[in-house]
C-alpha cells in the first residue's frame, strides 16, 4: 500500500508518497492494520486501510513525480466495499481548487445503480470531460475483496478500460480528447474527494499509479 512518508518512484513511475493520514472525527473508525488495539484480523497482509464513510482519508496531495498531465494513466488497488449502493465512494481522485477540474476512480452510484464502476476525467477549462469509462451495474459486490485497475490510453479507446479481478468490464468509454487536456492538479487522495464528497465506506490496499497505460 503507499505508505510513509519519503518520497519516490519505481521503475514504471509507481507513486510511493503519502504526505499525510488524516484520521476523522471518529477515530475508532478508522483503521490502521497495525497499533489499534481492538482491531480485527484481516486475512489481507498488512498493511491496508478501512474507511468508515465519514471523511475518512489519506491525502497524498501534490506530487511532481505522478500528474496525470496530458499522458496516459493506470490505477490498480485491492478494494473491499462494504456497500455497493447509495453514496457513491472514491478509490482514488485527483483535483483542482475548482471543484470541475478532477480525475477519480470511483463506486458510481448514481440513478440507484448497484456494483458500477466509473473512471473519468474533467477540465474546467475547457469545461468538459476529457474521458468516461463506465460498467455494467453489479461488476463488485459488497464484502467482498476485488483486485481493481482502471487505464486511460488518452489516444487508443480500445486500451481504455475497468478490470475487475482480472476481467475487463468496462462497456463504455468516450469524451477521449487525445490528451489535449491537461490534469495536472495537485490534490490526491485516497478515499475521498478534495470537496470531501464520495467518501469510501470499507478498506482499500495496494493502490498503485502509473503513468502509462497498462497492457491487457
Known amino acids: 500500500f503507499i505508505s510513509g512518508s519519503a518520497s519516490s518512484t519505481g521503475s ?13 472525527t471518529n ?25 468508515d464513510g465519514d471523511t475518512d482519508k489519506i491525502v497524498i496531495g501534490n506530487t ?7 499522458g496516459d494513466y493506470s490505477i490498480e488497488g485491492l478494494v ?11 478509490i482514488l481522485g485527483d483535483s483542482g ?3 470541475n477540474n478532477f480525475m477519480r476512480l470511483m463506486l458510481f ?11 473519468d476525467g474533467h477540465t474546467a477549462d475547457p469545461n468538459q470531460y476529457n474521458w468516461i469509462i463506465t460498467t455494467p451495474e453489479n461488476v463488485v459486490s459488497a464484502d467482498k475483496w476485488h483486485h481493481i485497475v482502471g487505464i486511460i490510453d488518452r489516444d487508443l479507446a480500445a486500451n481504455c478500460g475497468i478490470w475487475v479481478d482480472g476481467v475487463k468490464v468496462s462497456d463504455t ?10 490534469h495536472d492538479f495537485d490534490n ?19 493502490v498503485r499509479c502509473f503513468n502509462h497505460a497498462l497492457s491487457d
Open 173 to 182: 468509454h468516450s469524451n477521449l480528447d487525445s490528451g489535449a487536456n491537461s
Open 64 to 70: 511532481s513525480a505522478m500528474p496525470v498531465g496530458t
Open 97 to 99: 481548487a475548482d471543484a
Open 188 to 206: 490526491i487522495n485516497i478515499g475521498i474527494d478534495y470537496a470531501g464528497n464520495y467518501d469510501f465506506n470499507g478498506q482499500i490496499a495496494k
Open 109 to 119: 452510484t448514481e440513478a440507484s445503480a448497484v456494483g458500477k464502476l466509473r473512471f
Open 27 to 51: 477515530s475508532d473508525a478508522y483503521v490502521h492494520s497495525q497499533n489499534v488495539p481492538n482491531h480485527v484480523a484481516n486475512t489481507l497482509s498488512q498493511p491496508y486501510y478501512r474507511f
Open 12 to 24: 514504471f513511475g509507481i507513486l510511493q508518497t503519502v504526505d499525510d493520514a488524516y484520521i476523522g
Open 80 to 90: 473491499y466495499f462494504n456497500a455497493v449502493s447509495g453514496n457513491g465512494q472514491i
